[in-house]
């Protein structure tokens, strides 16, 4: 790592900045008063290795290469900042312009470097977000898809010396420029729909008449212009986009407390399939005629009512918390107050779900209806059979012995008859 550090000799600068000149495009003078070992030490921090002149005006120092480790951000004018930094990627953390007296530890830049910070960030930004980028002609370019297809636009990202200072910026544009750079660059999940919307927004500010101006010279121009219409455009897309997630998440969550209820009511109605069982078991105990068959049968319709029973029980109790789960998963959305697209669905959909559900709740009381309703039937008129056998069957008795009673006379007749003849 280098040990060559340029911030003394930029406050040494920058405190003479009133007194200093260049001479023959080179020297850099400094009057006869300064204190030459403040900037002797300043100097040899800063990696010159050669020496002083002493000249009418007092100290000078070559600011040619030879006499440096590495090149000092020491410039004659602008111009010459212009011509050595107009390739840089970011700001020059140290710099100090002799004929502008003007230096990186100013309190405030002027319009010059206000306007080559946007030109740096506002570049560097382009250069990101476009679909390709040409290197050997410094053009972005920019494919946007419309209604009518995809858009072509191109972005020369360079300009002249001239064309830098015809734009004069603020340091309003500097910020927005600073704002749209941390925006573009910063990790997370939107980063590529942050993109998105800023290529639109370009390519939606180039479509605007120019007023005579290159086409990134109007970008720079406008960048608080472009900063304003980029969040715009965002928050309507990301409006849009969350509402269309939100919409998308209470279709799905229907649908899966539909898919839900749907397997309910059909265990349910599995259930209910066993009770016409027991109405044929009734029947076989009508036909019955012993007491342990009869007994039998009842039992087992009493187990089939019991297990309907108890199933539409637990199942009534599953839908309870079916209620719980929808009301639940469905009042984050009755919060959205910003969107009423979302809140009205969500409720409509819940409304729904809640009616499907007393639909089957009412079912199921019906079912267990039926199902006590077919154990008491067979239980009274089992009482009833038992209660009248023992009458039933000493009238069998009686009407047995009138038979066999009217059967002798009626073959003592006979037998009568035949003696007589």
């Not at 400094?30 to 070992?37: E, I, L, N, S, Y």
């Not at 300009?159 to 004069?168: A, K, R, T």
């Not at 649908?255 to 009734?282: C, H, R, W, Y």
């Not at 019906?366 to 009482?383: E, H, Q």
């Amino acid at each position: 790592m280098s040990d060559i550090d340029f911030s003394s000799l930029i406050d040494v600068l920058t405190a003479h900045a009133d007194s200093i000149s260049v001479k023959d495009s080179r020297f850099v003078v400094f009057p006869a008063h300064c204190d030459r070992t403040a900037l002797e030490n300043s100097l040899s921090q800063a990696g010159f290795h050669g020496r002083f002149l002493t000249v009418s005006q007092g100290l000078a120092f070559s600011l040619s290469p030879d006499n440096w480790e590495e090149p000092p951000p020491i410039y004659q004018d602008y111009q010459t900042f212009w011509e050595r930094n107009e390739a840089a990627d970011e700001f020059p953390r140290e710099f100090f312009v002799i004929s502008k007296g003007v230096s990186s530890h100013s309190d405030e830049h002027d319009a010059f470097l206000k306007t080559f910070e946007v030109f740096l960030k506002v570049r560097n930004v382009a250069k990101d977000i476009s679909d390709y980028y040409v290197p050997a002609d410094k053009k972005a370019l920019f494919l946007v898809s419309s209604g009518e297809g995809v858009v072509k636009k191109s972005l020369v990202t360079s300009l002249s010396y001239e064309e830098v200072l015809e734009l004069s910026l603020s340091q309003e544009d500097v910020r927005s420029s600073s704002e749209l750079s941390s925006l573009i660059y910063a990790d997370d999940v939107h980063s590529s729909e942050r993109k998105e919307v800023l290529r639109r927004t370009i390519t939606s500010l180039l479509d605007e008449p120019h007023a005579g101006l290159s086409d990134f010279s109007w970008v720079l121009k406008n960048v608080s212009k472009l900063h304003d219409k980029y969040k715009e455009q965002y928050e309507i897309y990301f409006h849009n986009f969350s509402v269309s997630k939100l919409l998308n998440e209470v279709d799905q969550k229907t649908l899966e407390f539909n898919s839900k209820l749907m397997d309910f009511i059909s265990n349910s109605q599995n259930k209910a399939l066993t009770i016409p069982g027991a109405i044929v078991a009734l029947g076989a105990l009508v036909k019955s005629g012993g007491g342990l068959e009869i007994f039998v049968v009842l039992v087992g319709v009493f187990i089939v009512s019991q297990i309907v029973i108890v199933s539409n029980n637990m199942m009534r109790g599953t839908f309870e918390d079916l209620e719980w789960q929808i009301e639940k998963s469905f009042e984050k959305f009755s919060r959205i107050k910003d969107s009423r697209e979302v809140v009205s669905l969500a409720e409509e959909s819940a409304s729904r779900l809640y009616k499907k559900i007393e639909v089957a709740k009412r079912n199921l009381w019906k079912v267990t209806l039926v199902a006590r309703m077919t154990f008491w039937v067979g239980l009274i008129y089992a009482v009833l059979v038992f209660c009248g056998s023992p009458s039933d069957q000493n009238g069998s008795e009686v009407e047995s012995h009138e038979d066999v009673s009217q059967y002798q006379v009626e073959s003592f007749s006979l037998s009568s008859k035949r003696v007589v003849v």
